[in-house]
């Protein structure tokens, strides 16, 4: 694919004026979506489909905005209501009712999503979720992409010879004066994620289109309940560098001519647009609901003669742009063509249960492959985990262009000016220090403290094919981004089979063993993470281990959690010189750190300098032959390496940070009494932390977390055993 740079203030159609043809078309689409909803619920009905979700009284609205905008040229981030809009931008009713019954053919999702859940690589509609806010971080994202590619076209190439590495499939199309439009119901205007992307787009002046369809109901709960003062609008009002727009959504005309102001501000590179369109939703949220349990019939009744179909209906007539037999000729065209679409979709081929599992991971690019190893090439003197992270790090930006680095406190200093007098901050850990004085504040730089900003941010820049280095400034700050996490960036590349895919770093400072840490900086919960499939979870125990597995995550074509025990960072036990700026260790290899014949412990991060000192006291006092295995990953894991080492030994310790009760070990507990029991000679025994939370005074937390007494106690019962 070319690389291709414009910067055309151009912005299609609507410099034309609002033609005939156009109007003709805009009622086209609106029937149309319509007619696809109608069929939708009767489908439904007759049970050949399984959930239903309307579009019905945003009509107007959306095909104004998709013709307004270019389909393929701008970028889309969109939300389950957005029928017409889609269809607009050139999707079609095959495709949508091929996702409305689940076939293997869904162009979406190969079956895997609900309806409605839009996608298109050629169209840039990024594949949405069922969420509601989270799709708005993702635009500013893009925007943010897009932007950094036109400063730095060279960025888009993919060089000559790289070997593993995620771009290596990937050259990025991108415009000068592209727009990203990021569309919303009015209720989830209420979650914190819409501000925080307005806050961005507004401080950064990004070409984004905010578009806000308030139907006046988020399923149940009105507007004046969800939204203070009623009006959205009013709320936002002083957001700096925004075009602001309300418009009637039911009137197509007015609506294209509110977008085509909107996209030429923002094409301008004036800053985002906030557009207020008042909607009317004439269908229940879904079929799973019924508005006459909350809204009266006067109230429907109202929206009822709002329908934007009806009401164009009339004008085309009034104004002699159709007559009737020409609308009642292109409806029944359209009857037709959705009456074909709902005939072969029913007649398409369903999954294949064999293709539950494709797509949870890159399939082009694996990081489990012993093939991408390398043998480090030392230089210099021992250096500490976290020097050997900041390494990488600056190695790897050198590298590669489209690496970005941001998160709270990262960068040096905001205000660069500050530089000349100032040492820079690089993080609370320093581990980003100096990489804002090198590379420039386009490429590391502070996020506002809003973890959910970073990684849904983070999403828009891989979408784009940019590599996100983020920082989550302690893990147990990450839960504000769990939904982002969760319902975006681990299921991305499975829910649309294939078609998009986030290969995102999101660091995280870890754990405890810090005095004063407490509750809120000393916590592990790496267990609920191995639970997102699509996710890679990473946690080296020691500072080589740190920077090979780091540059693997980097280059990785998947989401990666990549832990960083804060113990660990300036330990001198597990210090290593400079590797070079090559070295690789694949994921899912265990590493045995101590051999030994009687028992195995099987552990990773801060619990294997820990368990070493157990299993050396262990033999001088009591005679027993510890082995040691250091997982590094968490998923995926080195099973061969546990079952070899089990075999070996016949007794086996599961030890890690984290609370023992449904903690990460009791998975690998349970799967060597389920593949070796036959191989033991003792129960699984685990050793882990209290269940509770980590607290301040020293001696509670010496109490709570795993000590090396803890496992040398184990390793003397289980011996006896």
């Given at each position: 694919m070319a690389v291709i740079v414009t910067n055309s203030v151009e912005t299609g159609a609507h410099n034309k004026g609002v033609t005939k043809e156009l109007l003709v078309e805009f009622y086209r689409l609106m029937y149309l979506s319509r007619r696809i909803d109608d069929r939708e619920i009767m489908l439904k009905r007759q049970q050949k489909i399984y959930f239903q979700i309307s579009g019905a009284g945003h009509?107007?609205?959306?095909?104004?905005?998709?013709?307004?905008?270019?389909?393929?040229?701008?970028?889309?981030?969109?939300?389950?209501?957005?029928r017409a809009l889609c269809l607009a931008l050139g999707c079609t009713a095959d495709e949508m009712l091929l996702q409305a019954v689940g076939a293997a053919t869904d162009p979406y999702?190969?079956?895997?999503?609900?309806?409605?859940?839009?996608?298109?690589?050629?169209?840039?509609?990024?594949?949405?979720s069922s969420s509601t806010t989270t799709q708005l971080l993702h635009a500013v994202g893009c925007a943010e992409a897009g932007r950094y590619f036109a400063k730095h076209p060279e960025a888009a190439a993919v060089p000559e010879g790289i070997n593993f590495d995620y771009r290596r499939f990937t050259n990025v199309t991108f415009h000068g004066d592209e727009v990203a439009l990021t569309t919303v119901g009015e209720g989830s205007t209420s979650?914190?994620?819409?501000?925080?992307?307005l806050n961005t787009a507004s401080n950064q002046k990004l070409p984004v289109i905010f578009c806000v369809e308030d139907n006046g109901y988020a399923i149940s709960t009105p507007r004046e309940v969800n939204t203070p003062g009623g009006s959205i609008s009013k709320l936002v009002a002083n957001f700096p560098n925004f075009h602001f727009a309300e418009v009637d959504g039911t009137d197509p005309e007015a609506s294209y001519n509110c977008f085509a102001e909107a996209v030429a501000y923002c094409r301008a590179g004036k800053g985002p647009a906030f557009v207020h369109a008042h909607c009317v939703r004439l269908y229940s949220h879904s079929l799973s609901d019924d508005d006459k349990l909350y809204r009266t019939a006067e109230e429907r009744d109202a929206d009822a003669l709002r329908d934007p179909i009806h009401k164009f209906q009339m004008r085309l007539l009034r104004e002699n742009v159709l007559t009737a037999e020409e609308i009642t000729a292109l409806e029944h065209k359209v009857d037709q063509e959705v009456e074909a679409a709902s005939e072969r979709a029913l007649a398409a081929p369903l999954p294949e249960v064999s293709s539950i599992t494709e797509h949870v991971y890159s399939e082009d690019l694996n990081p489990t492959d012993p093939a991408i190893a390398t043998q480090p090439e030392f230089e210099g003197g021992d250096r500490t985990m976290a020097d050997l992270i900041n390494h990488c790090l600056h190695d790897e930006m050198h590298r590669d262009p489209r690496i970005v680095i941001y998160g709270e406190d990262v960068a040096d200093a905001s205000?660069?000016?500050?530089?000349?007098?100032?040492?820079?901050?690089?993080?609370?850990?320093?581990?980003?220090a100096g990489l804002q004085r090198e590379f420039g504040s386009e490429r590391v730089f502070n996020s506002p403290l809003a973890e959910a900003n970073?990684?849904?941010?983070?999403?828009?820049?891989?979408?784009?094919?940019?590599?996100?280095?983020?920082e989550i400034q302690f893990f147990d700050y990450i839960w504000p981004a769990m939904h982002q996490i969760r319902n975006e960036l681990s299921v991305m590349r499975w829910r649309t089979n294939g078609d998009w895919a986030c290969p995102v770093v999101i660091r995280v400072p870890i754990g405890g063993y810090l005095t004063g840490g407490a509750v809120y900086h000393s916590g592990s919960g790496e267990s609920i993470f191995t639970h997102?499939?699509?996710?890679?979870?990473?946690?080296?125990?020691?500072?080589?281990d740190a920077n090979g597995l780091l540059r693997t995550a980097i280059r990785c074509a998947d989401p990666v959690l990549f832990l960083e025990h804060k113990r660990l960072y300036r330990e001198t036990h597990d210090r290593a010189p400079y590797p070079g700026p090559e070295y690789i260790i694949p994921f899912g290899k265990a590493r045995t750190v101590r051999e030994g014949s009687d028992l195995t412990v099987i552990t990773y991060g801060a619990v294997v300098p820990r368990a070493l000192q157990a299993a050396m006291r262990a033999e001088r006092e009591h005679n027993i032959s510890v082995e040691i295995l250091d997982l590094r990953t968490l998923a995926p894991y080195d099973w061969e390496a546990i079952a070899e080492s089990v075999r070996k030994t016949s007794?086996?310790?599961?030890?890690?940070e984290d609370m023992l009760s449904w903690g990460y070990g009791a998975e690998i507990a349970a799967r060597i009494a389920d593949e070796l029991f036959d191989d033991l000679d003792a129960p699984?025994?685990?050793?882990?932390?209290?269940?509770?939370?980590?607290?301040?005074?020293?001696?509670?937390?010496d109490a709570i977390l795993p000590q090396p007494e803890h496992l040398l106690q184990a390793m003397v019962e289980l011996k006896k055993y």
């Open positions: 009509e107007a609205l959306q095909v104004a905005a998709g013709k307004a905008m270019r389909s393929g040229y701008d970028w889309f981030s969109l939300y389950y209501r957005d999702s190969g079956g895997r999503q609900m309806p409605t859940h839009w996608s298109s690589t050629e169209r840039h509609i990024i594949g949405i979650q914190g994620e819409f501000w925080e992307a205000r660069t000016d500050a530089l000349e007098e100032v040492k820079g901050k690089g993080g609370v850990f320093k581990l980003t970073i990684v849904g941010r983070a999403f828009g820049y891989a979408i784009r094919g940019m590599k996100p280095v983020v997102l499939p699509g996710l890679r979870v990473v946690f080296p125990s020691n500072a080589l007794r086996v310790i599961v030890a890690h699984v025994r685990r050793v882990a932390s209290m269940d509770t939370y980590v607290a301040y005074q020293p001696i509670l937390e």
